[in-house]
């Protein structure tokens, strides 16, 4: 079984940053796709960013490009979202959640996510 747990969010100001983290709890860490997602009252969730536990591709959404970056402590078995120049938009609840890799060795956001955090919530103010 494995267990998210997200931490870091916030209120800012529109222009500021703030940093996500998603502490890993279980087994065979770097066999996963790890990514995160928002939700905004009223919206359906949105696959923001995604990256590969065994060091492989990353995914973002076109609309955080340039502004979010995910990355990762394998000693710590964490996945961090570093968002920076928010913008009122990404007011949401922010949730980590993972899944195994597929074959082809590709994480997106498509995937089934099997494994989800219990969320944190950013809001951005202007």
């Known amino acids: 079984q494995v267990q998210l747990v997200e931490s870091g969010g916030g209120s800012v100001q529109a222009g500021g940053s703030l940093r996500l983290s998603c502490a890993f709890y279980g087994y065979s860490y770097s066999s996963y796709c790890i990514g995160w997602f928002r939700q905004a009252p009223g919206k359906e969730r949105e696959g923001v960013a995604v990256g590969n536990t065994g060091g492989g591709n990353t995914y973002y959404t076109d609309s955080v490009k340039g502004r979010f970056t995910i990355s990762q402590d394998s000693a710590k078995n964490t996945v961090y979202l570093q968002m920076n120049s928010l913008k009122p938009e990404d007011t949401a609840q922010y949730y980590c959640?993972?899944?195994?890799?597929?074959?082809?060795?590709?994480?997106?956001?498509?995937?089934?996510?099997?494994?989800w955090g219990q969320g944190t919530q950013v809001t951005v103010s202007s």
């Open positions: 959640a993972a899944t195994f890799r597929p074959f082809n060795g590709y994480c997106h956001t498509r995937l089934q996510y099997r494994f």
